[in-house]
Nanobody
Framework: LQLQASGGGLVQPGGSLTLSCDVSGFRLNFPAIGWFRQTPGKEREGISCLSTLNDITWDSDSVKGRFTISKDAAANRVYLQMNNLRPDDTAVYYC???????????????????WGRGTLVTVSS
């Protein structure tokens, strides 16, 4: 099983960035999958999660209306479109999944069974 996140980088405040997560070892037709982020001194938090069974999403208040999670089932890939980025969005972003259920809310709230490596997003002028 592997979750490989990519697409991080430096972006100016107000800009946009798209993260990708390439999935191998399981198909995107049941598990919950999503994005978490972590800044120094803080716990990792679930920000945007998706049920690959019914496409129901859940977003945290901190990103609601600015970030959008989506999937490409044929490519076995998940995206996070991030718009109107702010300096407090600076963090290491992780792709993660829960293989035993398909609840987007539960994944973001309770955590995953599988973690990918992170990709750094820096929002700064």
């Amino acid at each position: 099983l592997q979750l490989q996140a990519s697409g991080g980088g430096l972006v100016q405040p107000g800009g946009s960035l798209t993260l990708s997560c390439d999935v191998s070892g399981f198909r995107l037709n049941f598990p919950a999958i999503g994005w978490f982020r972590q800044t120094p001194g803080k716990e990792r938090e679930g920000i945007s999660c998706l049920s690959t069974l019914n496409d129901i999403t859940w977003d945290s208040d901190s990103v609601k209306g600015r970030f959008t999670i989506s999937k490409d089932a044929a490519a076995n890939r998940v995206y996070l479109q991030m718009n109107n980025l702010r300096p407090d969005d600076t963090a290491v972003y992780y792709c993660a999944a829960h293989l035993s259920h398909s609840s987007s809310y539960a994944l973001c709230q309770d955590g995953p069974t599988e973690w990918g490596r992170g990709t750094l997003v820096t929002v700064s002028s």
